[in-house]
């Protein structure tokens, strides 16, 4: 996703009337968010987001095989140590990129929510998988009788 993210960095301009330094130039609005909204910090806090995901994403994986090839039980807690910081990552950063690439769409719209609600639909969508998972999976496992 990240390679598939650099697209929007060239289409900045297309994309973001905030990214157009002569539509900046004309409004008010736009000028006092230009030290939030401008390509510099929204290609910072893009690279800033998916190398936290990344990182963590990678990590998690990478100790969950080895805890599964080794049945290493000391993992279990650096996978836990790991978990708790980076939900609460997880969660700063889908609310922020909510507001960077979603919300300055349209950027004389204020919300305190927005960021949120993208948050709590992730939670939400997680729920829904693991519900279809362990469904399919007790069906799976079931013996005829």
């Known amino acids: 996703m990240a390679l598939l993210f650099l697209s929007i960095f060239f289409g900045l301009p297309d ?3 905030w990214a157009r330094p002569e539509a900046v130039a ?5 000028q006092q968010k230009s030290a939030y909204l401008n390509a510099t910090s929204f290609s910072v806090r893009a690279v800033l987001y998916f190398a936290i995901w990344i990182l963590v994403g990678t990590l998690l994986t990478r100790w969950s ?6 049945a290493n039980t000391s993992l279990v807690e650096r996978l836990q140590n790991l978990s708790g910081p980076g939900l609460v990552l997880y969660g700063l950063t889908v609310t922020f990129s909510a507001i960077d690439w979603l919300m300055s769409l349209e950027p004389r719209w ?3 929510i927005y960021g949120m609600i993208f948050m709590v639909s992730h939670g939400l969508v997680a729920f829904a998988f693991v519900i279809g998972a362990a469904y ?3 069906v799976e496992n079931r013996c005829p009788k």
Not at 26 to 30: A, E, K, R, V
Not at 65 to 70: A, G, L, V
């Open 15 to 17: 994309l973001y009337v």
């Open 26 to 30: 004309q409004d008010y609005i736009l």
């Open 136 to 138: 399919f999976l007790s």
């Open 110 to 112: 204020y919300s305190t």
């Open 65 to 70: 095989r080895e805890q599964d090839r080794t």
